[in-house]
């Protein structure tokens, strides 16, 4: 049986980036877990490293799924943006939220309930 394709994006998965906008967003819908998470990660990490300073949104309202690989990618982009003086604000969906609860990491993020404009 031949191995899947490890750049498949399962349906319903989709990262979109509004880096014109006087503040960054990226928004995420769908499944975080071990196959996706990579493309937040890249996606985060470069919009960190192109901002020289301020502040970029994660809109993760309509993640419906958010593993460990997922926070762990989270936590990751946390520290760089605060290398790179940064505020990384997260905007979780209750899923979201139920792992960073359920985690203890809340202290380590910066969380928003309120939606980004």
Do not use: C, W, Y
Request: proline share 9%.
């Amino acid at each position: 049986m031949p191995a899947a394709d490890q750049n498949t994006t399962p349906p319903g998965f989709s990262i979109t980036l509004d880096a014109d906008a006087s503040v960054p967003r990226v928004v995420v819908t769908g499944e975080l877990d071990l196959l996706t998470s990579p493309q937040l990660q890249e996606t985060l990490g470069a919009l960190i490293t192109d901002k020289p300073s301020g502040r970029v949104v994660a809109d993760l309202t309509g993640v419906t799924f958010f593993d460990s690989s997922a926070l762990n990618v989270v936590l990751q982009a946390q520290r760089q943006a605060a290398e790179k003086a940064v505020e990384l604000e997260l905007v979780p969906s209750p899923q979201v939220s139920r792992v960073i609860e359920l985690t203890g990491v809340a202290e380590h993020l910066s969380v928003s309930e309120e939606p980004p404009a």
